[in-house]
């Protein structure tokens, strides 16, 4: 069974931080990477960092240097905290594990997500 349970959203002012929290099944923490992932209403979804089993660490560009994603393995958790964060940071962000996930192929549902708001 693929679970993976989003929390930690919430309103934050520009300039602030927030930390995201992935719990994921046992089954597929030690297996595939996890990827975080955001939606802003119009625009697609897009990934903006993912961490490998290894630790090794991908970001997109627009977040670097702001965001830091980690893992903590005896949690099956993993975090992703957003600091410096921007109006255009304003989205659901989701989280989803798979094999490769720079091209889409997640193994998770798509599940409500939690919704970061950055606003004055």
């Known amino acids: 069974q693929v679970q993976l349970v989003e929390s930690g959203g919430g309103l934050v002012q520009p300039g602030g931080s927030l930390r995201l929290s992935c719990v994921v099944s046992r089954n597929i923490f030690s297996v595939y990477a996890v990827g975080w992932y955001r939606q802003a209403p119009g625009k697609q979804r897009e990934l903006v960092a993912d961490?490998?089993?290894?630790?090794?660490?991908n970001y997109a560009d627009s977040v670097k240097g702001r965001f830091t994603i980690s893992r903590d393995n005896a949690k099956n958790t993993v975090y992703l905290q957003m600091n410096s964060l921007k109006p255009d940071d304003t989205a659901v962000y989701y989280c989803?594990?798979?094999?490769?996930?720079?091209?889409?192929?997640?193994?998770?549902?798509w599940g409500q997500g939690t919704q970061v708001t950055v606003s004055s």
């Open positions: 961490i490998t089993i290894g630790g090794t660490t």
């Open positions: 989803n594990a798979g094999p490769n996930l720079a091209t889409g192929w997640t193994i998770g549902s």
